[in-house]
């Protein structure tokens, strides 16, 4: 009898306590602060983006208290959730309590999962994790590389999650290279995270909140940080990195084609690459959080499409033959995720908005039979991270 | 008999030979400045961004002469073309020059079109112009809406081009109601054209000449000023407006229901707009110069499916049914287009590779009918334009 179909979360974070307590510490962003409500109640806040208004955000249990994360988990019947600490991570410290703390924080979260419960009548954990590289300026790559092997070390830890700024140059830096090369070795996934977006001043004078940062910026930083990767080569010379994109790759999916079209027309760009730009998006992973059914579909399509464009930019045209139907092919590449403990709903309701509308995204996508929906849902989660055989 | 359907480019480029000569007589980009090959030829070369290398780009005759465009158009089989100004248009001029050269251009655009020739046994003719107003800080509302007033008085020119910056602040600039509204009620189409991307930094350091700021930066800051305007309410205030994005709206299509989500969890960005935003994509135009036929169907699904989020933000949820098969519907927004003279071809062929792919493209969206094809290469134009009833 084929084993029950498990809903796996890979796109969900965790302040743990250790960081927490350090974000208490602080007087400058990142920080968490107290302060007296309205109500006369003392109530933490959280402050994380430079450019965010003073009174930051509510802050609570649901960020480090693992007994949270496993009610939300029960709430919305998730079984396995492969857990990241949030940004910015450890981008602010200098780098020798960055490192110091990587390794404190990579071992928490071991044993975060590791004494946590396990899937009912099964061997499974509920709770696997990624884990940090203290990747700031200063810090050596031959450091990285001895965190990447305690990484690999922890056996509840399947990953790294990582920001886009590598040690202060962008992850196109080619000191990075004995970096790629560990992780790759060691078989983790890479989950690339969004925290700065662009310059703020794009966001013009009118107070929009948070909306402008949190829907454009975040995924247009993401899409960049994969357009230089794959510009750089990097998915030449590793072609077993395995680079899981938040926010299902952010603008990628519909800049990709454009890319492609920008490269053809710069020769020397082109020449240093070994394929058409869109032939590295069906090497990627993306997780589903993009909240609507045509999003899913068409990042489905273009990962799907990526067999055609194997040959090199500019040279005869690609085949744009698919073997299969590339809708349901890319499908594989694609992990449900729900981006918790950020945006919590607005009031108590049974379940969050933004976990049923990425739920009912996934169940929405023409073209996907049960099969597909189940792989996004925790098939290829299971797959990807080896939870499975 | 049906009339013989016309292919009609709506995104195609000239520099008007006073704005050339203006271009010429400049020492600071925007600047055309001459000097002598390796072949010991004098050749003249184009620089209109700030961080491009010292060289430019080549720049001919294509880019002002009337037979250049025309021999593109024959070679291409486009019927039709709606020639709009290139970028940076009169962004960097003092107020006074913007005011006198927007004056002059649309005159010259207007006897560009009108003294052109006429579609074979049509009194079609193949040159329409999107004209310029003087979109700089320190002009008044009132001489923008002049401007627009002397636009729609001139019959060849059927909308007007225009950057992000408005006069300084934007395009969710509070002054530019009146504009908005004298547009609106001239039934002039507004082409939204980026030219300044994002902040350059956000690159990084290596060498990959204009791809990043083309290919990204480009449709990021389109999706960032329609996103400012769909915020500040302008498509609730003017229903009427007519707006065409470049590059098939960039990455807004794809972040559209991120977009939403963020709204619905700010409630006072929430409570200032009439509906979901994802229901004012439904209200815009969309260029087809995406390069690919999987982008295409995209976005015409995004267009499509927009009837569905007409309710207010954090309302109860949409309906999320559409009648009629969304991938159709929304093709009626959406026209063919090539960028020409920019992406021209790396040798000597028959035809542009650019203008070839986004054809290819078109022709190749899964879910459109010959009829939706038709469409987007020249039907949708003829209606959008009031070319033909």
Not at 54 to 73: C, H, N, T, V
């Given at each position: 009898?084929?084993?029950?179909?498990?809903?796996?979360?890979?796109?969900?974070?965790?302040?743990?306590p250790?960081?927490?307590?350090?974000?208490?510490?602080?007087?400058?962003?990142?920080?968490?602060?107290?302060?007296?409500?309205?109500?006369?109640?003392?109530?933490?806040?959280?402050?994380?983006?430079?450019?965010?208004?003073?009174?930051?955000?509510?802050?609570?249990?649901?960020?480090?208290?693992?007994?949270?994360?496993?009610?939300?988990?029960?709430?919305?019947?998730?079984?396995?959730?492969?857990?990241?600490?949030?940004?910015?991570w450890?981008?602010?410290?200098?780098?020798?309590?960055?490192?110091?703390?990587a390794?404190?924080?990579?071992?928490?979260l071991?044993?975060?999962?590791?004494?946590?419960?396990?899937?009912?009548?099964d061997?499974?954990?509920?709770?696997?994790?990624?884990?940090?590289?203290?990747?700031?300026?200063?810090?050596?790559?031959s450091?990285?590389?001895?965190?990447?092997?305690?990484?690999?070390?922890?056996?509840?830890?399947?990953?790294?999650?990582?920001?886009?700024?590598?040690?202060?140059?962008?992850?196109?830096?080619?000191?990075?290279?004995?970096?790629?090369?560990?992780?790759?070795?060691?078989?983790?996934?890479?989950?690339?995270?969004?925290h700065?977006g662009?310059?703020?001043?794009?966001?013009?004078?009118?107070?929009?909140g948070?909306?402008?940062?949190?829907?454009?910026?975040f995924?247009?930083?993401?899409?960049?940080?994969?357009?230089?990767?794959?510009?750089?080569?990097?998915?030449?010379?590793?072609?077993?990195?395995r680079?899981?994109?938040?926010?299902?790759g952010g603008?990628?999916?519909?800049?990709?084609?454009?890319?492609?079209?920008?490269?053809?027309?710069?020769?020397?760009?082109?020449?240093?690459?070994?394929?058409?730009?869109?032939?590295?998006?069906?090497?990627?992973?993306?997780?589903?959080?993009a909240?609507?059914?045509?999003e899913?579909?068409?990042?489905?399509?273009?990962?799907?499409?990526?067999?055609?464009?194997?040959?090199?930019?500019?040279?005869?045209?690609?085949?744009?033959?698919?073997?299969?139907?590339?809708?349901?092919?890319?499908?594989?590449?694609?992990l449900?995720?729900?981006?918790?403990?950020?945006?919590?709903?607005l009031?108590?309701?049974?379940?969050?908005?933004?976990?049923?509308?990425?739920?009912?995204?996934?169940?929405?996508?023409?073209?996907?039979?049960?099969?597909?929906?189940?792989?996004?849902?925790?098939?290829n989660?299971l797959?990807?991270?080896?939870?499975?055989v």
């Amino acid at each position: 009898m084929a084993a029950r179909k498990l809903l796996v979360d890979i796109h969900t974070h965790v302040y743990l306590p250790r960081y927490a307590s350090f974000l208490r510490s602080r007087s400058v962003v990142p920080r968490i602060f107290s302060r007296t409500n309205d109500a006369g109640k003392t109530e933490e806040r959280l402050l994380i983006l430079d450019d965010e208004p003073s009174a930051g955000r509510p802050i609570g249990s649901q960020y480090w208290d693992r007994d949270e994360k496993l009610k939300f988990m029960d709430k919305h019947d998730i079984d396995v959730s492969i857990v990241s600490s949030a940004n910015p991570w450890l981008d602010f410290l200098p780098a020798s309590t960055a490192q110091q703390l990587a390794g404190e924080l990579n071992e928490d979260l071991e044993n975060y999962c590791s004494t946590g419960p396990s899937v009912q009548d099964d061997t499974l954990k509920r709770l696997y994790g990624f884990g940090l590289l203290p990747l700031v300026p200063g810090v050596s790559p031959s450091t990285l590389v001895e965190t990447v092997k305690q990484i690999s070390a922890l056996s509840h830890l399947k990953g790294v999650i990582i920001g886009t700024r590598g040690i202060g140059k962008g992850l196109d830096d080619d000191a990075l290279e004995p970096v790629w090369a560990a992780i790759a070795e060691a078989g983790l996934v890479i989950f690339l995270h969004p925290h700065y977006g662009v310059d703020g001043k794009a966001w013009g004078e009118k107070d929009n909140g948070h909306v402008l940062p949190l829907a454009l910026g975040f995924p247009f930083e993401t899409t960049i940080a994969t357009t230089r990767l794959i510009l750089s080569g990097v998915f030449d010379r590793h072609p077993n990195l395995r680079l899981l994109l938040a926010h299902s790759g952010g603008a990628l999916p519909q800049l990709s084609s454009r890319l492609a079209s920008c490269i053809d027309h710069d020769p020397i760009v082109a020449s240093r690459l070994s394929h058409d730009a869109r032939y590295y998006l069906g090497k990627l992973y993306f997780d589903a959080v993009a909240y609507g059914s045509e999003e899913l579909g068409f990042v489905s399509d273009v990962i799907g499409r990526s067999s055609a464009y194997s040959a090199r930019p500019s040279s005869a045209k690609a085949s744009k033959n698919v073997e299969g139907d590339k809708r349901k092919i890319g499908s594989a590449r694609m992990l449900f995720g729900t981006d918790h403990p950020f945006f919590p709903p607005l009031s108590e309701t049974e379940k969050w908005k933004s976990v049923v509308e990425n739920l009912e995204a996934i169940d929405g996508v023409n073209g996907w039979a049960e099969t597909e929906k189940e792989g996004v849902r925790g098939d290829n989660a299971l797959k990807l991270f080896g939870l499975r055989v």
